[in-house]
């Protein structure tokens, strides 16, 4: 599915803090685009088609630029508990796949370059993710009661890398 | 406000009204059709179970509505529609393999469970359901008369096989979830256009569903 459509109105509905969160997960979501997508299978094992290897670079470090994160931690508060673990978890396990993509990019020009001191992140900074997001996950799951994660069935332990 | 799905038009000059969960069937089906259906009793453990713990993650229809329509007085010995009956089946299963049901929990589990405490008597079981929403779905012409319930039936059928990690039924079924809706233009701003707020909004929101759980 393409995100064709308006995404439905909070105010309009009969429970407007259980539609903002399910529409706060929405967004996160669209960020999973046709560019990221294609990065995505370009990146598949037996993929031959490479036509698209310098988008992870620029796009997705917008993904992993924590000081985007919307909404404020304010109205994070207000939405429904396992409504906020969904969006805060799929939010770092999206960091974690761009993070992968973009090592593994990195890999493929070092490789094509044959240039051991090509390198392999496109910043500095992209080596401390893995650790910034386990740290993330972690605080996210152990501030959260069993409840709201059962709800969540297997799709959340299959985030799990 | 009327904010049930109004069912399709195409078998209805025999429908009685267009409020779903007052649905009739054909008067010369009732009886076989409701027969062969289980109380409302059953699902209806489950659907609170749902509507309590589930709904955050899955915002689809309104609660009251699901209430209302499994609830109203005179329904029990009207057969439910079939769509929406199949559509209690499929939720009834996701909802306890998702949160991991392992006990009977209504009066109807618990009646057939006598006996045999600690046994988990194959009435309330998520396979027992799924057989259920399976076996009735040809009841109607599920596929000509596709509504909101039949997108919602494929849509728990996915949460059920993906729950138990059955991942080539779960993607099927997510995938006839998503034929459905594209079939029915709920991808199509313009099919909107002559439909009630509460309607729209009902269709966004299964329509965004389906866009977060594809991806």
Redesign the interface.
């Known amino acids: 599915?393409?995100?064709?459509?308006?995404?439905?109105?909070v105010f309009?509905?009969?429970?407007p803090r259980?539609?903002y969160?399910?529409?706060t997960?929405?967004k996160v979501?669209r960020a999973?685009d046709e560019a990221f997508l294609s990065a995505w299978r370009a990146d598949q094992p037996g993929a031959r088609d490479y036509s698209d290897e310098s988008t992870p670079a620029s796009m997705m470090a917008q993904l992993l630029n924590y000081s985007q994160d919307g909404p404020g931690a304010l109205s994070m508060a207000e939405v429904?508990e396992?409504?906020r673990l969904?969006i805060l978890v799929t939010r770092e396990w999206l960091r974690a796949l761009v993070w992968r993509l973009r090592l593994r990019h990195g890999a493929r020009l070092r490789s094509r370059s044959g240039n051991e001191n090509q390198p392999l992140f496109h910043q500095d900074a992209d080596a401390h993710h893995p650790f910034q997001i386990s740290r993330n996950v972690l605080g996210i799951i152990s501030a959260s009661h069993r409840?709201s994660l059962?709800?969540?069935?297997?799709?959340m332990v299959r985030k799990a890398p | 406000m009327n904010d049930s799905i109004r069912l399709p038009a195409a078998n209805t000059p025999i429908f009685q009204d267009d409020d779903l969960g007052e649905a009739r069937i054909p008067a010369r089906m009732e009886t076989s059709a409701a027969a062969a259906q289980l109380p409302r009793s059953v699902f209806l453990p489950y659907v609170e179970l749902f509507l309590e713990r589930l709904y955050p993650v899955f915002p689809v229809l309104e609660r009251h509505a699901i209430l209302t329509a499994l609830q109203d007085p005179p329904l029990e010995r009207h057969p439910l529609h079939p769509s929406f009956y199949c559509f209690l089946a499929a939720l009834s299963a996701a909802t306890i393999v998702q949160l991991n049901v392992t006990g009977p929990l209504s009066d109807f589990d618990t009646h057939q469970a006598s006996g045999a405490p600690g046994i988990m008597p194959l009435s309330c079981s998520a396979e027992f359901f799924v057989a259920e929403s399976l076996r009735t779905r040809h009841d109607g012409d599920f596929i000509g008369c596709a509504d909101e319930y039949t997108i919602l039936s494929s849509f728990f059928l996915f949460a059920y096989y993906g729950n138990i990690e059955q991942s080539r039924p779960a993607w099927y079924y997510l995938r006839e979830a998503i034929g459905f809706a594209l079939s029915m233009g709920l991808d199509d701003p313009e099919a909107y256009l002559l439909l009630d707020t509460a309607t729209q909004q009902r269709r966004r929101r299964l329509f965004w569903l389906l866009f977060v759980t594809e991806r």
């Open positions: 599915l393409r995100p064709s459509l308006e995404l439905p109105r309009e509905s009969s429970e259980l539609i969160g399910f529409v997960l929405v979501f999973v429904d396992t409504q969904d409840v059962e709800a969540h069935g297997i799709g």
